[in-house]
């Protein structure tokens, strides 16, 4: 449940800046938090292949982790 804590948690959190960062047109620290959002995806999911290389979750995560911040990114470009 820890794993799914965290997911939720990293994606909370970017949604929130995008709400704070775009109101102010603060992109660059949204670009920032993107790319924060990603790695912290990322470790999740080496985290998850070091415990099993055939996580499917892990797999998943790594897969989709771009598609995951892609309503971020289109903020950054005021969509």
């Keep these: 449940m820890r794993i799914k804590k965290d ?3 990293t994606i909370s959190t970017l949604k929130n800046s995008v709400k704070k960062h775009r109101k102010y047109s ?10 924060k959002t990603q790695e ?3 470790v999740i ?3 998850l292949l070091s415990k ?3 996580s499917n979750t ?4 790594i897969k989709t982790g771009g598609k995951v911040t892609l ?3 289109l903020a950054t470009k005021g969509i």
């Design 7 to 9: 997911i939720i948690r």
């Design 26 to 35: 603060d992109f660059a620290r949204l670009k920032w938090r993107i790319n």
């Design 40 to 42: 912290e995806l990322l």
């Design 45 to 47: 999911a080496n985290e």
């Design 52 to 54: 099993n290389k055939d």
């Design 58 to 61: 892990g797999k998943f995560i």
């Design 71 to 73: 309503f971020a990114e």
